[in-house]
């Protein structure tokens, strides 16, 4: 009997260490950026396309302090897209990217991430969005820096995900359609000889 109270008692303060510490369960606590807000250049506006040599152009459009955006990496198999909230001259989202052509596990990569607004030193200068993306719950992993375009208008549908291009088909060989009316099915001419009767 006294080794059946032991072993309780052994249970019990196992349980109210886990209990005090925290043990296993729950789900891990991704990596975050150590980066504050700050406040936006004079003019700064999230909204605009932004080019990386990585990840390409990145439309981004902003409605109050929610923005969304989409990117085509420059070999243009592999399109991804986001939706953050700013806070001044940061912006924390999360991102999902496709490869175009692959099916199951491989086919899409997500996870989290931030930039910050920033405009260098000097006159005529181009605003840039520095930050990182990184997988699953991680915010950080892989930097991404970006210029902003000049003169060039968003289009967020122009990116994967909308319409015929991303199943395939659509109007690749529009230039070759046939014109004119299509003709009515015609009835199958029968054979000369029909197969032998039974």
């Known amino acids: 009997m006294v080794q059946a109270g032991s072993v309780l008692w052994r249970i019990v303060v196992v349980l109210v260490a886990c209990l005090a510490i925290g043990c296993g369960g729950g789900a891990p606590k991704g990596k975050t950026a150590n980066v504050k807000s700050g ?3 004079s003019g700064g506006d999230w909204t605009g396309v932004w080019y990386s040599p990585l990840f390409g152009e990145l439309h981004m459009q902003q409605e109050g302090n929610r923005v969304e955006g989409r990117w085509q990496r420059p070999r243009k198999g592999e399109w991804g897209k986001l939706m953050g909230n700013t806070d001044g ?3 924390r989202f ?3 990217e496709f490869v175009d052509g692959l099916v199951g596990p491989n086919s899409k990569r997500k ?3 931030y930039f910050v607004y920033t405009r260098p030193e000097g006159d005529n200068v181009d605003d840039v969005i520095k930050g990182e993306v990184g997988r699953g719950a991680d915010e950080v992993g892989i930097e991404w820096t970006a210029v902003k375009q000049r003169n060039v208008k968003v289009n967020l549908a122009s ?3 909308s319409g015929s291009g991303e199943v395939g088909g659509g109007d690749w060989d529009q230039k070759n359609q046939d014109e004119g009316e299509p003709e009515e099915p015609s009835e199958p001419e ?3 000889e029909g197969p032998p009767e039974p």
Do not use: T, V
Request: hydrophobic share 30%.
């Open 190 to 192: 029968s054979p000369e």
């Open 111 to 113: 996870g989290k991430g």
């Open 89 to 91: 001259n940061l912006m």
């Open 94 to 96: 999360d991102w999902e």
């Open 159 to 161: 990116i994967g995900g």
């Open 39 to 41: 406040s936006m250049p």
